[in-house]
């Protein structure tokens, strides 16, 4: 079964900076491409950031280039993603996703809220 667990949400004044997690099991973690969204309610979940199966490559929306960055360790199983100069506008749930040929699979998501 797969899972995917995300955690580092929290409350942080608007410049700050916060790390968030999302720890896979149940695939092969290292053949997934993963990517972080995140959801406020009544708007449509948005793509933050991309990373490709080996970490070569990524994207990243406009909103939030030059502020986050996304990366991997495969030997963890793990995504990160470093949010630095936090605007009020980047709270969200944020949630990691990655999609089979027969399945989307979804963590959990984990709150980030920024605010002074």
């Known amino acids: 079964q797969v899972q995917f667990v995300e955690s580092g949400g929290g409350l942080v004044q608007p410049g700050g900076s916060l790390r968030l997690s999302c720890a896979a099991s149940?695939?092969?973690?290292?053949?997934?491409?993963i990517t972080w969204y995140r959801q406020t309610p009544g708007k449509e979940r948005e793509l933050v950031a991309w990373?490709?199966?080996?970490?070569?490559?990524?994207v990243y929306a406009d909103s939030v280039k030059g502020r986050f960055t996304i990366s991997r360790d495969n030997g963890k199983n793990t995504v990160y993603l470093q949010m630095n100069s936090l605007k009020p506008e980047d709270t969200a749930a944020y949630y990691c996703?990655?999609?089979?040929?027969?399945?989307?699979?979804w963590g959990q998501g984990t709150q980030v809220t920024v605010s002074s």
């Open positions: 149940g695939l092969t973690f290292s053949s997934y491409a």
């Open positions: 996703h990655t999609a089979s040929k027969i399945s989307d699979y």
């Open positions: 990373i490709s199966s080996t970490g070569g490559s990524t």
